[in-house]
C-alpha cells in the first residue's frame, strides 16, 4: 500500500530554518511527481514546490522561491524540503503530495496522495 510519511517541522524564530522529509512507501511513487503545500488556518492548501521523479526539474512559488529547495533521494525514496530565511508567513501545516504524472503541478487537485501533514510555525 502506497503512503507517505512525513517527518520533520517544529518551531523557529523568523530568518531560522527548518527541514521537512517524505517517506514514500511503494513501488508505484516511483514514478510519480512529489509535491509540497501549505495550509494556514482558515486558507486553502496552497502550493509550495514540485519536484519530478527524476528530481531533474523543479517548480516553486513565487512566496518561497530563493528561500526554500525541494530534492529526493530515490534510493531513500525520500522527497526533502528545506526551508530557509523563514517568515512568519510561512507558518502552516505542511502537507507532501504524489502525482501520478512525470509533469510539475502546482495544483491540489491533480494530487491524489497525500502525506499526513506537519506543523511548521515562525515566529516574529
Known amino acids: 500500500q502506497e503512503q507517505l510519511v512525513q517527518s520533520g517541522g517544529g518551531s523557529v524564530q523568523a530568518g531560522g530554518s527548518l527541514g521537512l522529509s517524505c517517506l514514500a512507501t511503494?513501488?508505484?511513487?516511483?514514478?510519480?511527481?512529489m509535491g509540497w503545500f501549505r495550509q494556514a488556518p482558515g486558507q486553502d492548501r496552497r502550493f509550495i514546490a514540485s519536484?519530478?521523479?527524476?528530481?531533474?526539474?523543479?517548480l516553486y512559488s513565487d512566496s518561497v522561491k530563493g528561500r526554500f529547495t525541494v530534492s529526493k533521494d530515490n534510493a531513500k525514496k525520500t522527497v526533502y524540503l528545506q526551508m530557509n530565511n523563514l517568515k512568519p508567513e510561512d507558518t502552516g501545516v505542511y502537507f507532501c503530495?504524489?502525482?501520478?504524472?512525470?509533469?510539475?503541478?502546482?495544483?491540489?487537485?491533480?494530487?491524489?496522495?497525500w502525506g499526513q501533514g506537519t506543523q511548521v510555525t515562525v515566529s516574529s
Open positions: 503530495a504524489a502525482r501520478p504524472s512525470l509533469d510539475l503541478s502546482r495544483w491540489p487537485n491533480e494530487y491524489d496522495h
Open positions: 519536484i519530478t521523479w527524476r528530481g531533474d526539474s523543479t
Open positions: 511503494g513501488r508505484t511513487f516511483r514514478t510519480y511527481t
